[in-house]
């Protein structure tokens, strides 16, 4: 017999938590310069208990092909990609609606 997902009560395999959460998220990003002058992507505002934070920043770094890391709630990836993340983050199931550019 399969598991039953606690939040929706669903089958594991037909579960709907992850997508209903994606949609409710308010996503800032902006970028910071760090030491020697370098440029990181930070995305903040999204619910660790909800989405699996570091799943998510190995898809981004995948995607964007650069280096990164997920740590106290945000995403930090290295080099500027805020004209990217937007539209890799609603493929990935995300409102664009929410996703804020600094």
Do not use: W
Request: net charge positive.
């Amino acid at each position: 017999m399969s598991e039953i997902c606690i939040k929706c009560g669903l089958p594991i395999e037909l579960c709907v938590c992850e997508s209903i959460a994606k949609e409710n998220q308010n996503i800032i990003i902006s970028i910071e310069r760090r030491k020697f002058g370098k440029q990181y992507t930070v995305i903040k505002g999204i619910d660790q208990s909800d989405i699996n934070i570091k799943d998510l920043a190995k898809k981004l770094k995948a995607k964007l092909a650069c280096g990164g890391t997920a740590k106290n709630g945000k995403i930090d990836l290295q080099g500027n990609h805020k004209t990217k993340i937007k539209e890799i983050l609603s493929h990935l199931g995300f409102s664009p609606e929410t996703i804020k550019i600094k």
